[in-house]
Structure formats: C-alpha cells, structure tokens
C-alpha cells in the first residue's frame, strides 16, 4: 500500500490534520506537507487542500509528475471535493475551470473561518472518498469524486454530484490541443479494473 500525502498551505493546517487524522484510523499511512517538491515519488492519493488558485497551481504539477489527486476546497459550510483526478484518465481541474466557466457557474468564495462542525462532517467524507479509493481493487465501491464534482453543504447536509468530463483541448491534460487530430476514447472505467 503506498503513501498519502496531503498538500496544503500553513493556514489550512488544521483542516488537513483532520482528513489525516480520520485516514490513520481507517489505517491508511498518512504524511503531511506544505510543499509538493518534499514527495519523492508518487504517492498512491495525493489529497490537496486549498483555495482555487493553489489547487490550480498544484494541477499543473500534480500533472506533469503522473500524481493521481483529490482536490478538496472548504466553504463556510461545508465544501466541494473531486474531481479525483488521473493524468492521462480522468478530467483535471483546469477541466472543471472550463466547463464550468462555459455554465457560467459562480465560484464560491474561500472561508477562512466557518462552522466547525459542518467542517468536521466535510472531513469525514473527504476521508470516506480516500478509503474507497484505497480499496479499489478489492470493493465494488468507487469513490463518487472519480470523473464527479462533489459539492457538500455539511450544516444544511445536501450535496450535489457533478459529472466532469475531459475537455480535449486543455491546456493542461487535453490530448487534442488542434482541431485535427482524431477523437480519443474515454478511459475511466479502465482505472477500476
């Protein structure tokens, strides 16, 4: 079983201490840090905390290193986390930035304080995202984020789950980037196998 590392910036320590503290119950081998050059190699789940702009930046990186990544962004009541992204498999965030842009959906703004509570119960389903994701090949249960937005409001406990399909022509993981090359086929169901 290999490691997972969760990425996050100082003032979103806490929050990372608590979907790390829940994966070493669930006796999965958690490490912690501030910056992604300290990861030596790929990790099995690299889990990302931050505001849209960091987990942009880590999108590129996550990208370039082959690093399968959870994206987790926490609201004043809960969060969205996914999509669960596989370089050269599934949709990676500069996908969702895109499709999301062509809805003109609004972006929700970073919290720096919220409930705790609501947070708390947030945690707890990043955790639940990663345990299934580490049991993969063992259970027929797949994490909700793989090619799926999850967006959760823990105080009111709603949620909405939104499919993120590859954009062809990303920038950053688009294997079409000109109109002329031929359609590619769609490989997420190849990673549960």
């Known amino acids: 079983m290999g490691e997972y590392w969760i990425l996050h910036a100082e ?18 081998p958690v490490r912690w840090t501030e910056s ?31 690093f399968n990544w959870l994206p ?10 996914g999509p669960l992204v596989i370089p050269g498999v599934t949709a990676c965030r500069e ?3 895109r499709r999301m842009a062509s809805l003109s959906s609004p972006d929700v703004p970073e919290a720096a304080a919220g409930f705790e ?38 105080f009111h406990i709603e949620g909405e789950l939104s499919a993120v399909h590859r954009v062809p022509t990303c920038t950053v993981c688009g294997v079409r980037r000109s109109a002329s090359l031929a359609a590619q086929p769609w490989t997420e169901a190849a990673v549960l196998a």
């Open 117 to 154: 509570l609501s947070w708390q119960i947030f945690a707890g389903i990043v955790a639940l995202e990663v345990a299934k994701w580490s049991s993969r090949h063992k259970s027929s249960f797949a994490p909700l984020t793989l090619g799926h937005l999850l967006e959760f409001d823990a």
């Open 72 to 81: 987790v962004r926490f609201n004043r009541l809960g969060g969205s986390v």
């Open 11 to 28: 003032e979103d320590r806490a929050k990372a201490e608590k979907i790390g503290g829940m994966l070493q119950i669930a006796g999965l």
């Open 36 to 66: 992604p050059d300290e990861v030596p190699e790929a990790p099995e789940l690299m889990i990302a905390i931050g505001s849209e702009e960091r987990l942009s930046a880590w999108n590129e990186i996550a990208n370039s290193r082959a």
């Open 95 to 97: 996908c969702l930035k």
